[in-house]
T-cell receptor, first 109, second 113 residues
Framework: DAKTTQPNSMESNEEEPVHLPCNHSTISGTDYIHWYRQLPSQGPEYVIHGLTSNVNNRMASLAIAEDRKSSTLILHRATLRDAAVYYCILRGSNYKLTFGKGTLLTVNP | GAGVSQSPSNKVTEKGKDVELRCDPISGHTALYWYRQRLGQGLEFLIYFQGNSAPDKSGLPSDRFSAERTGESVSTLTIQRTQQEDSAVYLC???????????FGPGTRLTVL
């Protein structure tokens, strides 16, 4: 699986937007960009995924660079419940998810 | 049910005993996955089921680990002669297709004394 690079940690204030970056310069044309998050003491939770176009759902937005070598997960208004480790994962034909270290997001009240 | 469920939520056992961990996937999901997460570590893939066959068992750490699945439903992960290094949270996930998003259960926390 192609590798992704994320900052180890980020901090945000409650009610403010958060932009979580991910670099994936070796992405192949068929790789989808998936984001999962893991809240403390819980299993991972699917957030969003996309291929080329920007995507929106009720949890977040995914902005994908035109060259697809990077992407940004956007939480429009962070809440304390969004504090978690966020994982950016490239998924081609491989069914298994390969989790890296992710970004630990801290949300300050 | 609405999501993936796992039981038990916690299991404490003595070294050398066998344990069985159960996963109930989301109804209609054909693919089922087992992962393991040791304390402070990332997720480690164990095994994947498509229907009731397991095309990929490559992640099972040793022959003490086995898993089975009944049809496109319940799966059981069995660990024989448990060792202390088996202590971890065992997570199950299911998906509609192998290319679809995976939905995870809450996990079973296994502690081997």
């Amino acid at each position: 699986d192609a590798k992704t690079t994320q900052p180890n940690s980020m901090e945000s204030n409650e009610e403010e937007p958060v932009h979580l970056p991910c670099n994936h310069s070796t992405i192949s044309g068929t790789d989808y960009i998936h984001w999962y998050r893991q809240l403390p003491s819980q299993g991972p939770e699917y957030v969003i995924h996309g291929l080329t176009s920007n995507v929106n759902n009720r949890m977040a937005s995914l902005a994908i660079a035109e060259d697809r070598k990077s992407s940004t997960l956007i939480l429009h208004r962070a809440t304390l419940r969004d504090a978690a480790v966020y994982y950016c994962i490239l998924r081609g034909s491989n069914y298994k998810l390969t989790f890296g270290k992710g970004t630990l997001l801290t949300v300050n009240p | 049910g609405a999501g993936v469920s796992q039981s038990p939520s916690n299991k404490v056992t003595e070294k050398g005993k066998d344990v069985e961990l159960r996963c109930d996937p989301i109804s209609g999901h054909t693919a089922l996955y087992w992962y393991r997460q040791r304390l402070g570590q990332g997720l480690e893939f164990l095994i994947y089921f498509q229907g009731n066959s397991a095309p990929d068992k490559s992640g099972l750490p040793s022959d003490r680990f086995s898993a089975e699945r009944t049809g496109e439903s319940v799966s059981t992960l069995t660990i024989q002669r448990t060792q202390q290094e088996d202590s971890a949270v065992y997570l199950c996930a299911s998906s509609f297709l192998t290319s679809s998003a995976q939905f995870f259960g809450p996990g079973t926390r296994l502690t081997v004394l």
